[in-house]
């Protein structure tokens, strides 16, 4: 199996919402990522699990919160978000090791596309 | 710090042309590089990646890219465009022990029969 899954596809909340976008994978990697994408522009980084643990937040507000409940789950946990948020948020894994994994390819979910009203 | 830019929005080539993408980076220390393409309303997908060793790159789809480190470049090539590889295809690079890719700003490629 070489596919990454993310649920919802489309997913429309308000600002006060709570929501959670989720994505698997069982391809036994140990890097998950969750990336926001905004239409024609590249993907930007929001979060890297590695073996489970959080290891780079690239100062995302808290609105938004992460978790890795299994070495297969990565969630989105989604609350108060403002209008400029809506994006297709994508989530990818990779192979890891402790010494680095930079060097190996991502495998990209097909998104979730979020808008907030 | 490391970046990426890919100097043009759109290439446009007819079928059965060659086509280049271009791709220049910046980076502390060697490079890892990658192609990524995106069809509309779908997630990403690898096409190929450097990491060391020869410096041409072959990937999937028929495409491959050159690695030229005096020029700092990671241009993609085919030999013969598709009309079904039109997409927005992205340049990335990391850095060894980064963990982290960071995106061209990608180019658009219209292949017209």
């Known amino acids: 199996d070489t596919e990454v899954t993310q649920t919802p596809k489309h997913l429309v909340m308000g600002m006060t919402n709570k929501k959670s976008l989720k994505c698997e994978q069982h391809?036994?990697?140990?890097?998950m990522y969750w990336y926001k994408q905004k239409a024609k522009k590249p993907p930007e980084l929001m979060f890297v699990y590695s073996y489970e643990k959080l290891s780079i937040n690239e100062s995302v507000p808290s609105r938004f919160s992460p978790e890795c409940p299994n070495s297969s789950l990565l969630n989105l946990h989604l609350h108060a978000l403002q209008p400029e948020d809506s994006a297709l948020y994508l989530c990818a894994s990779s192979q890891a090791s402790l010494a680095g994994f930079s060097y190996n390819e991502q495998f990209f979910g097909p998104g979730t596309r979020l808008t907030v009203l | 710090a490391q970046s990426v830019a890919q100097p043009e929005d759109q290439v446009n080539v007819a079928e059965g042309n060659p086509l280049t993408v271009k791709c220049t980076y910046s980076v502390s220390g060697n490079p890892y590089l990658f192609w990524y393409v995106q069809y509309p309303n779908r997630g990403l997908q690898f096409l190929l990646k450097y990491i060391t060793g020869d410096n041409l790159v072959k990937g999937s789809y028929g495409f491959e890219a050159e690695f030229n480190k005096s020029q700092t470049s990671f241009h993609l090539k085919k030999p013969s465009a598709l009309v079904s590889d039109s997409a927005l295809y992205f340049c990335a690079v990391s850095q060894r022990g980064g963990n982290k890719l960071v995106f061209g700003a990608g180019t658009i490629l219209r292949v017209k029969s």
């Open positions: 391809m036994g990697h140990r890097a």
